[in-house]
């Protein structure tokens, strides 16, 4: 198999005294959509954010493409890529859509105006409101904003937390296939979600959480397929 794009082992992250991630090594291969899935507390965000540079693990390794990027600091890390879009959206409520996206995308010299465009293209309703407040878009469409935004950084990876959450769902449908349609551009995407079957669903490799370790790795379609994982760790889900 090529170098995984990430090789992320024996990470731990610890906020004082609470052992949030314990221990967890697996590999993220380029262009593939990588899932951890787990109860609220299982330290599915704590990864993600220890990975792009966000929290400081307290042990391990990072490696992206090779090089060691465990101490690197999350400014850095979207500069070379590695791009997340937070959990609760935090878009900025006060300022324009349009004004939202231009500081996404501030390091494209030049390109930012058609990269904008590219984005109105996709997700209509952004282009039709770009002089509103973004406050006054819907919860669904406020995630599009916050996933466009990171878009323009031209992730060459994405880190999505919890990307349904709070949502209708058809807007869940939504947000999925605006996730797929990433993954099929080629850029690969790590996501955290509670929601287990969909993004199991949509994931090549999914990895179980369970109080800070891996308690079990698997193809999207092998994890879905075992009723007996469904129930002991991810409930109906
Ligand atoms: P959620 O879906 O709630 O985000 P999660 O699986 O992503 O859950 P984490 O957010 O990584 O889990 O949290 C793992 C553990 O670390 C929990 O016990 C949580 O209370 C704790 N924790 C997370 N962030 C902090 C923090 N900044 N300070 C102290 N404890 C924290």
Do not use: C, W
């Amino acid at each position: 198999m090529a170098e995984p794009i990430l090789r992320v082992t024996d990470l731990k992250v610890t906020y004082g005294k609470v052992e949030a991630v314990r221990g967890v090594s697996f590999d993220v291969q380029a262009g593939s959509l990588v899932t951890l899935v787990g109860a609220n507390g299982a330290g599915k965000s704590s990864i993600i954010n220890a990975i792009s540079g966000i929290v400081k693990p307290s042990g391990g390794k990072v490696l992206f493409e090779g090089q060691d990027i465990t101490k690197t600091g999350a400014h850095k890390l979207v500069g070379r890529g590695l791009v997340q879009v937070p959990e609760g959206r935090q878009v900025l409520s006060t300022l324009t859509i349009g004004e939202n996206l231009q500081l996404g995308a501030r390091k494209l010299r030049g390109g930012a105006a058609a990269a904008i465009d590219g984005i109105y293209e996709r997700f209509p309703v952004l282009g039709e409101r770009r002089q509103l407040p973004a406050g006054s878009l819907s919860g669904g469409e406020q995630q599009m904003l916050a996933i466009g935004r990171a878009m323009l950084a031209e992730p060459r990876v994405i880190f999505m937390d919890e990307p349904s959450m709070g949502l209708a769902p058809k807007i869940v449908d939504e947000v999925f296939k605006v996730i797929e349609e990433i993954r099929a551009g080629g850029t690969t995407v790590v996501l955290v979600e509670q929601n287990a079957r969909r993004a199991l669903q949509a994931a090549d490799e999914g990895h179980i959480l369970q109080n800070g370790e891996i308690v079990r790795s698997g193809t999207g379609a092998e994890l879905l397929a075992d009723d007996g994982i469904i129930q002991a760790y991810l409930g109906t889900g």
